[in-house]
T-cell receptor, first 118, second 115 residues
């Protein structure tokens, strides 16, 4: 069975600080995908990133960066120079990668509520 | 842009009522999903569908049913609403094709209160 753990329930930081959101996963699959989604107060989950299990390169997109470490089963998300607009609930998710047709279900973590204090 | 539209943002129903939550997507996606979101529990999959008239149970299907008569529309049905079904309900869709990346696109959610 797959499992995603986001141990940080809530985090508050002052604007412009850096913040890291932790994600630890469990799976027996050798190939899988990892995701991060953002849920702003409007409610709609917004896709941020997908990572293949065979690609351990870190990724940076503007102020966002992701650190994937297979050895520790972690896929952490860092926001640099945080802004008030980053305030949201962030979800980490995991899916199998057995087919190439996009049919697999997602298993979500419980989410981390991030509040950026102006 | 992918658009997933849920018919209601807020809904208040009484115990025992039959409740329909509607979801429509405009990107011709084959896959559609219904989740419920509760504090401390994250998103849990209720039902999903890979094609018209097809449905599969997710992790918590008890007390729910679904209908997919058209590709773009996926309905969640609470046959007899109960107070423990008070929750945020999220609909999602994703494409089913070679090279698809399992990325799901979400609606804004329906916050259902059962009194």
């Amino acid at each position: 069975a797959q499992k995603v753990t986001q141990a940080q329930t809530e985090i508050s930081v002052v604007e412009k600080e850096d913040v890291t959101l932790d994600c630890v996963y469990e799976t027996r699959d050798t190939t899988y995908y990892l995701f991060w989604y953002k849920q702003p107060p409007s409610g709609e989950l917004v896709f941020l990133i997908r990572r293949n299990s065979f690609d351990e390169q870190n990724e940076i997109s503007g102020r966002y960066s992701w650190n994937f470490q297979k050895s520790t089963s972690s896929f952490n998300f860092t926001i640099t120079a945080s802004q008030v607009v980053d305030s949201a609930v962030y979800f980490c998710a995991l899916s199998e990668a057995r087919s190439n047709f996009g049919n697999e279900k997602l298993t979500f973590g419980t989410g981390t509520r991030l509040t950026i204090i102006p | 842009d992918v658009k997933v539209t849920q018919s209601s943002r807020y809904l208040v129903k009484r115990t025992g009522e039959k409740v329909f939550l509607e979801c429509v997507q405009d990107m011709d996606h084959e896959n559609m999903f219904w989740y419920r979101q509760d504090p401390g529990l994250g998103l849990r999959l209720i039902y999903f569908s890979y094609d018209v008239k097809m449905k599969e149970k997710g992790d918590i299907p008890e007390g729910y049913s679904v209908s997919r008569e058209k590709k773009e529309r996926f309905s969640l049905i609470l046959e007899s609403a109960s107070t423990n079904q008070t929750s945020m309900y999220l609909c999602a869709s994703s494409p089913q094709r070679v090279g698809a990346k399992n990325i799901q696109y979400f609606g804004a959610g329906t916050r259902l209160s059962v009194l």
